[in-house]
């Protein structure tokens, strides 16, 4: 890209500053090309490109993580969370009674 003369100016000196008011105008006043619309079209593919490799990546987490934790609830998880309410059950919900007087023994003395 060629660089533009110290003063702001179009580069070739003929023409208004650039980022001003004039230039806007001289710009909006010529019909646009099919180049212009294909500078539009591209810069318009590039950030949708951009956004759907996000949408892909998030969807990717979040079937990861899902898939996480379904592993979880079927292995490791079911088995603490199976041990962790017998547990509970037996010391709180129905605690072993004492054994009553006169039982026999389960294994001889």
């Not at 990861?64 to 979880?72: D, G, I, Y």
């Not at 919900?93 to 009553?100: G, N, R, V």
Request: aromatic share 6%; proline share 7%; hydrophobic share 35%.
């Amino acid at each position: 890209m060629p660089e533009r003369a110290a003063g702001g100016g179009s580069g070739n000196g003929a023409g208004p500053a650039a980022g001003t008011v004039q230039e806007t105008e001289v710009i909006s006043a010529k019909p646009a090309t099919a180049l212009d619309h294909a500078r539009g079209l591209e810069k318009g593919f590039r950030y949708y490109q951009a956004l759907e490799k996000q949408q892909m990546q998030a969807a990717k987490r979040r079937t990861l993580a899902l898939r996480e934790l379904e592993c979880w609830n079927k292995g490791l998880g079911r088995r603490a969370r199976e041990l962790s309410n017998r547990f509970i059950w037996a010391e709180t919900i129905c605690p072993t009674q004492p054994p009553a007087q006169g039982a026999p023994a389960l294994a001889p003395v």
